[in-house]
């Protein structure tokens, strides 16, 4: 599933690369202030307008949780992935009622229910502030002092655009520094559920399926935005066609593609083959075995832990995909290549040779300090406790809070703290035995690998045994209290100091070892990789010009494609899949395992119409992220719901190549066949029609 | 489909390989009379008694287009695949009656067409004749009189037993002469066909989706076999099951795979990858291209061709599968290391050493002589014309029938007489605008390869063109006249001479040239690279032990397994598919091209049960000519007709990977569902059932 990738407390963040060089068919993934008017019009004959894209933009919703989304109604109802909604609807479960399961339908706007926790954005308008960014760093600084100056005057853009418009302000780093845009969203916190089928046909085929095409899920949610109590009445919003788009039709997806590295340099995607992949796979498969055997416990811990498996295991699939697009020998040969001539061209000039030359090998001795740390870092740490992650941002908040902004750490600059405390108070269930369980799991590991005196574990075990001390940091902390936690807040330093809660205390006492590390890797590795990443960004402007996409930045992106099949496993794959097809496809496995069908399938089957397209497939290029966007057609008509791509797309990550990446997207069709027929929701049916 | 894969004139014939080393679960095609009871018996329990072999082994027919099939009723009914029969039912059709695209059905006896030339044999028993052959070689010859002797031997124990019993008798060698075999057919050529749908829907997907699953065909066809121009009445058939089978129930395949390489000496598959294949895959791409072109001309032109641009379109997506497999650098891999141990356990005991130390490099430069050869005569062949096949062995038939049958070029044995005959008078129709557009293509391509001055070149075409040289041998030769070739052949070496035939000019004109290569091949490759592998096969006998299965001959074979779904592209493939399947793929390419469905299938919709299974795969392993081989149960009840083996089974040349080898049938539900519902064959159904 197209959600944004898990990305784990590993150290290795893979930085976001430059902006690409030489830009394919179909290629990119384009900000709205530089849309690829030209080859769309030369490609497809359709000139996009500023109106056109304004209403476009306007019409796309953020989702927080790590997905896209749209207006489909003058009412505020917003489409999205069911696999996006997936953590509200658990969130909004318990013991006796599972949504997840059975699926919901709100007929009455009364019925529609309140989200925990979930953030949408509406980006309402974007000014390129470069100049601002990079007139803050002197030439006298440091690279140190020059991060330290460039975070602060980001702050300082953000909060003061913030106080000036009342919306959410961010900053954004694209081309890795080539520019800096701010970016202004409209926030909303107040949205409903409306409607959800069962996870059965959201996510038919399983983990199986995931990533894979022909495909046959119903995999969307409609979720309602409110103000002030009151349906939100949109300006912009998606007209539906209902009829879909045929073969080979120019179609478009708005969303917010989470990350890409198309252009790291060839000694970062061998760290990330060598060691970035193996030590996430192995996070994550350790996460599952312990998730797993908690599921066996009983219905409940297998409710509980549905949505965190599916995430991991959605991961998994995509992370292997993505890592053997590194393992590929070719793909790597590409890169490598590519990078060579970037560099010959570097060195034939005597001036670009002064400036640029000794980038690439100054990375690559980066790279291996950050690598090393990496390594001694990947077992000092507490994984899977919401309540240590709770204590930790309280004792850190009270510290911050009391710094002038461009102190503080990143997180907790003025324009941040109020979706810091939306989470931070979150009604959201917390799991205690689940928690145990997991923190039990890996700190085991971790003695293994580490040793009993390594300094971490000095601090959270004190020679005691790691379910000793999991028991009573679980089970004596409060912290699943919003109550607590807002004393504690409002308290300040003096409330935390005193508090006799296992949790605070213990994120007390790593609070200075955890500083000391970001601090190390600020001086280390940011404040020298930053400035490189920078010049190759430079040095790219000035070899090869300026025309291009930057990497994925989990911000609002507008991608052109059209429908259409390909190559496949000695075959073609079809443009689009049918309700027949999800019948076969059952019925191969004995309508058994993921590939079940709700009931509802099977009574009703005679009433629908087994023609229906079902899903369908597209060049767009997308990548994690892009979960939920609304495909479109060049009359800003919803065709689709982008909700995967396909396997041969997820070394997207690295390289796009149009004979067989396709986005892959629920058919409009199928959505309203669906509501009608099966779901009795025919008055949602018409709302969006 | 695995039809057996049509070899060309290409000099380099792979030698069939010795035998296999360790047999993995599943793998191995299996002479019924060395059947793997053992290994049967402790996966799945069952115990194949000789009663339950024989009435299999009885129960199939082999047919000499290339193909396998079987005995389904007490009347003669014979089940094939409909690309097996496909040459047949061209032959029957004409440019206003196409039987190809239309179908047929026989409501009667009466109405059944009897084929033009189509032979089936029944494997009435078999005898292990090692001792006599290779008594029959002396110590005291050189390798060309071994080559010699064992000829003769062979055919004079066909011909003994042809006049004993009346039989078709062959020997055949298996573990490439580790064993000699004297098999007995009963052979019919009185076949007429009752019933074969549209190839539409036998061939549905087309040339993409040839060699792939999951699959949507309903490729048989069915013939009565008569004898004294009465229906045969067999002693055995099997019975059929429309239930088929279920999801990992143990199945059996019995029929006739054509050919493996399974443990070919490394130096032969580099020698087939480097040279064979690439050879093999340009001379396919001439031959389609120019009868594509003739295509173009006419509908009637369309029809003439169809057949065979499906054997080559087959054949060349089978040998890309075989090609990729060698150009796996880890089957490669694989298959090096299995010789290198081999060859250090021989080189470690002195005795052994001695014996077989040197073969490996011995028959590398024997591959490298043949392959200069091959290279030098790839162009001096006269391609695409039945005209001058049937010339050039009427001018060869009546030198070698004076000789001593010891003496005679294979293929003119008194024992193979009675099948050259058969071919030769068939009354099937020649296209001489066709073999005129061929035959000219190839030489011209052969003209710009070696020249005129070349002596091949010389003898065909004296320095004219060859558009005129092809135009007065075709135009000018009567040999589609099958009268003219019985008084050719009745009137011996005489009438032979005295023919103004051009095409029995020519083909007198090339005799000496053809005869001086045939020759030239025994003397200096046979006769040394056939010791040369039967040593290696005594190697292995004595280093391994000897309970294992030979490569395939395309004589019958035994092969167990169950059904089974598989990894593919990143999901699952299922066990089985329907018919909802079909309709999904049909209108995934909007009812188009290869995906098109005849009219009655949407006609008679609404009719059909559409959970009934279409297709299903099997772990069996089997290659190209067990096409058309029944897939039983252990009751020896038909539960479907093999058709096919996945994209990932091409590689099953040389090795078997249970992961994801399969075969792919039509199911036995299908077929009746078919038969009754949509070709108004109730009596057909009744028949089998």
Chains 1, 2 share one sequence.
């Not at 670009?352 to 390594?375: N, T, V």
């Not at 390594?454 to 912290?479: G, Y």
Request: with cysteine; charged share 30%; net charge neutral.
């Amino acid at each position: 599933m197209y959600i944004k990738i898990l990305f784990f407390a590993v150290v290795i963040t893979v930085i976001a690369c430059v902006y690409i060089n030489s830009t394919k068919a179909e290629e990119g993934m384009w900000t709205f202030d530089n849309p690829p008017t030209k080859l769309i019009q030369e490609k497809y004959g359709f000139t996009p307008t500023q109106e056109w894209l304004d209403h476009t933009r306007l019409s796309c919703v953020r989702f927080m949780d790590g997905g896209s989304g749209s207006f489909v109604s003058p009412n505020g109802l917003v489409m999205t992935n069911h696999h996006v909604a997936l953590g509200q609807l658990q969130k909004m479960s318990n013991e006796n009622t599972d949504y997840v399961k059975t699926g919901f339908y709100a007929k009455t706007q009364e019925e529609e229910i309140k989200c925990a926790d979930l953030e949408c954005n509406v980006l309402i308008s974007m000014e390129n502030v470069t100049q601002r960014v990079l007139a803050s760093i002197k030439p006298e600084m440091d690279g140190r002092e020059a991060i330290k100056a460039r975070e602060a005057e980001i702050a300082k853009i953000e909060i003061e655009n913030k106080e000036k418009t009342g919306l959410q302000c961010d900053v954004v780093s694209l081309y890795k520094g080539g520019e800096y845009w701010l970016y202004r969203y409209k926030k909303y916190t107040d949205v409903r559920l409306v409607m959800a089928p069962e996870q059965q046909i959201a996510f038919f085929g399983g983990d199986d399926d995931n990533f894979t095409y022909p495909r046959y899920d119903l995999d969307f949610t409609f979720f309602r935005i409110y103000e002030n109590d009151k349906p939100l009445k949109p300006e912009h919003y998606f007209k539906w066609n209902s009829k879909g788009a045929s073969d080979g039709e120019l179609v478009f997806v708005a969303g917010n593609p989470g990350n890409t590295d198309r252009l790291n340099t060839y000694s970062e995607l061998e760290n990330t083959r060598d060691l970035g992949f193996p030590l996430r796979l192995k996070f994550i498969n350790d996460y599952l075995k312990v998730i797993r055997q908690y599921s066996t416990k009983g219905k409940e811990q297998m409710r509980q832990v549905l949505g965190r498996i599916f995430g991991l295991e959605n991961s998994k699939k995509a992370i292997t995909g993505e890592y053997n697009g590194l393992l590929d020998a070719n793909i790597m040969k590409n890169r490598k290549k590519e990078e060579d001539d970037f560099r010959k061209l570097i060195s034939e000039k005597p001036e670009w040779k002064k400036k640029y030359g000794d980038l690439w090998d100054s990375i690559q001795s980066i790279i291996k300090i950050r690598a090393e740390q990496s390594k001694s870092q990947q077992f000092e740490q507490l994984v899977g406790s919401q309540l240590f992650g709770i204590a930790s941002t309280l004792v850190r908040y009270v510290v911050e809070i009391k710094k002038p902004d461009s102190e503080r750490l990143e997180g907790y600059h003025d324009s941040q703290l109020e979706r810091l405390k939306f989470g931070l108070m979150s009604p959201a269930p917390i799991y205690k035995e689940l928690e145990k369980d997991v923190m039990t799991a890996f700190l085991k590991s971790s003695l293994e690998m580490l040793g009993k005196d390594n300094k971490f574990l000095q601090i959270v075990l004190k020679d005691k045994t790691p379910e000793e001390v999991v028991a009573n940091l679980v089970d004596n902390s409060q912290l699943n209290d919003i109550e607590l936690r807002k004393k504690l807040l409002e308290g300040g330093e003096k409330a935390i100091k005193k508090s006799k809660d296992p949790m605070i205390q213990l994120a007390l006492e790593l609070d200075p070892m955890m500083r000391e590390r970001i601090e190390w890797s600020k001086q280390n590795i940011e404040s020298k990789l930053t400035p490189a990443k920078e010049k190759i960004a430079s040095a790219r402007f000035e070899v090869y010009g300026k025309n291009k996409y930057p990497d994925a930045t989990f911000t609002l992106r507008l991608s052109y494609g059209s429908v259409k099949g390909y190559p496949m496993n000695g075959t073609l794959a079809p443009y689009k899949t049918t309700l027949y097809g999800l019948y076969d496809r059952s019925l191969g496995f004995d309508n058994k395992g993921g590939f079940a069908l709700p009931d509802r399938y099977f009574q009703r089957k005679d009433q629908l119409d087994l023609s229906t397209p079902v899903n369908f497939v597209t060049t767009n290029d997308i990548v994690g992220g892009n979960s939920g966007s609304p495909v479109f057609n060049k009359n800003d008509e919803i065709v689709g719901l982008v909700f995967d791509g396909n396997i041969e797309s997820l070394v997207g990550q690295y390289v796009f190549d149009i004979t067989a990446n396709r986005t892959v997207a629920v058919h409009s069709a199928f959505i309203i066949e669906a509501l009608r027929k099966l779901y009795d929701a025919p008055k949602l049916a018409d709302e969006i029609e």
